[in-house]
């Protein structure tokens, strides 16, 4: 069975995505209204959570450039999502009050905060959770609010386990019905990528008003260093990861392109950090400064990385699970020098809340976790063999 080219529909999200193709989007859409899948392109922007974007770039075409059904559809997810959102915002500013009522600091990560920052608007970006910055110090007492807020542990853990993932990872995930919270005290574990120091993180941050309060967020450079790690950690499988740096970078003009760069560098994470921006020059045609673009273009991998990512984010309506050996190639890749490797081999044989739960060990058997968990990867990469 042949394979189906659906280059226009792909071509058209990320004309939908990038702010600066009103006028080719219409285009497209007015001269190949017959050959569109529209099924295909919905299913394929609500893979990369990009239905919010499109649905506005939608709007403002002529109803005869879109068929009815199609915008309908378009519209109906908006509005759950913007209905959805709203809960959110609602309750993160209960959460923040019940943090701040026993003298808990908190910073807002991503999410809505991302979304006000970067968008304008609280309803352009779809978010499934909610991301909270504790001081380390305040992590326990921070579990008790959220305890005493309805929330429980994603993972069955003990007090001593939960100990054991304060030093090996750097947040713990807490359910109440639908809604999400991630507890953080780092922005990503320190194994993985040194982004920020704890002490940089809290002295240098910004501020958004969401529901009529001003709630604390990241710098706007902490910000996109940490969505540059982040997007790299999980294989910038969804647009509108990069959607998020095109968006970041457009509506700031004070970010300290040197100081970011030299970062990056003492944290042997240069790659990685330039992988974000390369990604959304490549796809949504952002404007880099010329020294940044010089730099990405003399690092030829990171061209062979975009190539390669830019298939996987379309090569299909549905994202599918990437086998451990492609997540293990691509780390290793965006990273330069082997002290660095070293640090990523570390955590990725770090125990995580899955090794914890699966095994009950006593505290003074913690060590074993250790031992356990190269079995656990061979196991995962068998399965999905």
């Not at 529909?9 to 990038?18: D, G, I, N, R, Y």
């Amino acid at each position: 069975m042949p394979t189906i080219n659906h280059e226009r529909e792909h071509q058209l999200l990320t004309e939908c995505a990038s702010v600066h193709r009103d006028q080719t989007d219409a285009t497209t859409v007015k001269g190949d209204r017959e050959e569109i899948d529209w099924d295909y392109f919905y299913q394929v922007a609500r893979r990369h959570s990009l239905v919010p974007i499109v649905y506005r770039r939608l709007e403002s075409l002529r109803k005869e450039q879109i068929p009815g059904e199609v915008f309908q559809r378009f519209r109906k997810d908006y509005q759950e999502n913007a209905a959805r959102n709203l809960i959110f915002v609602d309750e993160l500013t209960a959460l923040l009050n019940g943090l701040q009522a026993v003298g808990i600091d908190a910073i807002v990560f991503k999410g809505p905060a991302l979304a006000v920052a970067a968008y304008g608007d609280v309803n352009l970006r779809r978010f499934v959770d909610l991301d909270l910055i504790v001081r380390r110090a305040d992590v326990v007492r921070a579990i008790e609010v959220l305890k005493q807020s309805g929330y429980v542990p994603s993972r069955d853990l003990t007090a001593e386990q939960q100990a054991v993932l304060l030093r090996t990872q750097h947040n713990l995930q807490f359910t109440r019905g639908r809604v999400i919270v991630e507890l953080h005290w780092q922005v990503s574990s320190q194994l993985f990528a040194s982004t920020v120091t704890a002490e940089e993180l809290w002295k240098n941050l910004s501020t958004v008003e969401l529901n009529g309060r001003t709630v604390n967020t990241l710098a706007t450079d902490d910000l996109l260093f940490a969505l540059c790690v982040h997007g790299s950690r999980h294989l910038w499988q969804r647009l509108a990861w990069i959607c998020d740096i095109d968006r970041l970078i457009r509506t700031s003009g004070t970010i300290d392109w040197t100081a970011l760069s030299e970062r990056a560098r003492q944290a042997s994470a240069e790659r990685m950090f330039l992988l974000g921006p390369a990604l959304a020059a490549r796809l949504l045609a952002t404007e880099l400064p010329e020294s940044i673009a010089k730099v990405i273009a003399r690092d030829e991998r990171i061209g062979a990385l975009c190539d390669e990512i830019r298939a996987r984010l379309f090569d299909g309506p549905e994202q599918s699970a990437l086998p451990l050996l492609t997540v293990i190639r691509f780390n290793l890749l965006i990273r330069s020098g082997w002290r660095s490797r070293i640090r990523y081999s570390r955590f990725l044989f770090a125990p995580t809340d899955s090794d914890l739960e699966a095994a009950r060990l006593k505290p003074q058997f913690h060590f074993l976790y250790y031992v356990l968990r190269p079995f656990r990867l061979l196991h995962s990469a068998f399965r999905q063999h």
